[in-house]
């Protein structure tokens, strides 16, 4: 299911317990979410996800069923993806290293529609950002290396993945890329722009 900009009206920023979560002043839908970390001498411990937290703060119960990790190269960039059928929502963070990453609202339907927000993401603020079902999803990695993790509420579904085109002047994300030397799979290239591509109602 495609949530829409109604489903997210209640949620508000809220600071206490294990994390904090706020919705994105550019894409509403879209959920900051930063964890408190308690350290010491031995190292660090916190919650990346808590459900009943998470639930109680938005309003939303997502049933993740796949754990991705990808790690990447300096300037290694990916997206902007999405799938048409079997939408995924995606709670998304850096374990090491430090990307910037990106997502665009594909709604028809959405006030936000074609518009797009960006975060640093690093081990060292340990961000996560929530990105529901109906957004095109990609990251530049700025670091060295970066290892990547997502959980997705549906399941890889290679036949309804879909590629906005990460440069499409159109939607017009502003990428972090002085001084990269870019790699793109040669499928990422291939993306289509907003005006030619499958979008959410």
């Known amino acids: 299911m495609v949530l829409t900009s109604s489903d997210y009206s209640s949620i508000r920023c809220s600071e206490s317990g294990p994390m904090t979560i706020t919705p ?9 979410v930063e964890p408190k970390v308690f350290g010491d ?7 990346s996800f808590n459900a009943r937290v998470f639930q109680e703060r938005t309003g939303l119960a997502p049933q993740f069923v796949q754990d991705n ?3 990447s190269s300096r300037g290694v960039l990916r997206g902007l993806h999405y799938q048409i059928r079997q939408p995924q929502g995606k709670l998304v963070r850096v374990v090491r290293g430090r990307v910037f990453d990106v997502a665009v609202d594909l709604r028809r339907s959405s006030p936000s529609f074609g518009h797009w927000a960006g975060w640093d993401l ?25 290892d990547f993790l997502y959980k997705t509420t549906d399941y890889y579904a290679p036949e309804h993945e ?23 799979s040669d499928k990422d290239r291939r993306g289509l722009p907003l005006a030619h591509c499958e979008c959410f109602d």
């Open 24 to 32: 994105s002043p550019q894409l509403p839908d879209v959920l900051i």
């Open 41 to 47: 001498a031995r190292g660090f411990f916190f919650e």
């Open 69 to 71: 990790h990808s790690r």
């Open 122 to 146: 690093s081990e060292e603020n340990q961000r996560q950002i929530w990105i529901p079902p109906g957004f095109g999803h990609g990251f530049v990695v700025l670091s060295e290396s970066a």
């Open 162 to 184: 879909r590629c906005l085109l990460w440069n499409d002047a159109s939607v017009g994300v502003q990428w972090p890329t002085e001084g990269l030397a870019l790699t793109l």
